[in-house]
């Protein structure tokens, strides 16, 4: 079952924006990532927050991750048309590349509307 | 550069087939797993694999199995397909260091 659940299930933004997705999940985790789908394309990886950390950036993206509340937030900042696909947030229960640890929500579709 | 590959890309069969779907990764990554992706489910864990000779269930592991020979390839096979088989298989291979998974483009798989 989904550890994860992304919130909006769908949004749809004027470009230049910001965008702001939500993850929660319930059990305590090792590190929670962000991955973006373009249409009929496989996920690709765009962040990792560790639980011991409270805010990453990268490029426009910005994570932060509140344990105490289980939740994590991915922002995009000026948003642009080739954002538009769907984000998924994943949780690791385990260090490293365990596998049984990473369990993926059911996503957040963006739109940018041009 | 590195990548994972997928193969075939589109597969239409018939229900009771055995099907093969190929995943191939020039990561030189121990970790790979299977995944299914469907409207509603997200994705969800099949099979991974922890390394050569190394398989174990995942969520949605029943009607599938794996083998792992190499460290490059991880067969998925479906014994005897089934129209709630029908999805987008998604193979994926994990980073030593963080867990970071790479993803392949995955395979459409339609059982009639």
């Known amino acids: 079952s989904q550890q994860g659940e992304e919130d909006p299930q769908a949004l749809s933004i004027q470009e230049g924006e910001n965008a702001t997705m939500n993850c929660s999940y319930k059990?305590?985790?090792?590190?929670l990532q962000w991955y973006r789908q373009n249409s009929g394309r496989g996920l690709v990886h765009l962040i990792l927050?560790?639980?011991?950390?409270r805010e990453k950036h990268s490029g426009r993206l910005r994570v932060t991750l509140d344990t105490s509340k289980k939740s994590s937030s991915l922002l995009i900042t000026a948003s642009r048309a080739a954002d538009t696909a769907s984000y998924f947030c994943?949780?690791?229960?385990?260090?490293?590349?365990?596998?049984?640890?990473?369990?993926f929500g059911k996503g957040t579709h963006l739109i940018i509307q041009p | 550069d590195a990548e994972i590959t997928q193969s075939p890309r589109h597969k239409i069969t018939e229900t009771g087939r055995q099907v093969t779907l190929a995943c191939h990764q020039t990561w030189n990554h121990n970790n790979m797993f299977w995944y299914r992706q469907d409207l509603g489910h997200g994705l969800r864990l099949i099979h991974y694999?922890?390394?050569?000779?190394?398989?174990n269930k995942g969520e949605v592991s029943d009607g599938y199995s794996v083998s792992r020979s190499n460290t490059e390839d991880l067969p998925l096979t479906l014994e005897s397909a089934a129209s709630s088989q029908t999805s987008v298989y998604f193979c994926?291979?994990?980073?030593?260091?963080?867990?970071?998974?790479?993803f392949g483009p995955g395979t459409r798989l339609t059982v009639l």
């Open positions: 994926a291979s994990s980073d030593p260091t963080s867990g970071a998974l790479s």
């Open positions: 059990t305590s985790i090792n590190n």
């Open positions: 694999s922890y390394g050569v000779q190394d398989t």
């Open positions: 994943a949780t690791g229960a385990n260090s490293g590349g365990g596998a049984d640890g990473l369990t």
């Open positions: 927050i560790r639980s011991n950390e």
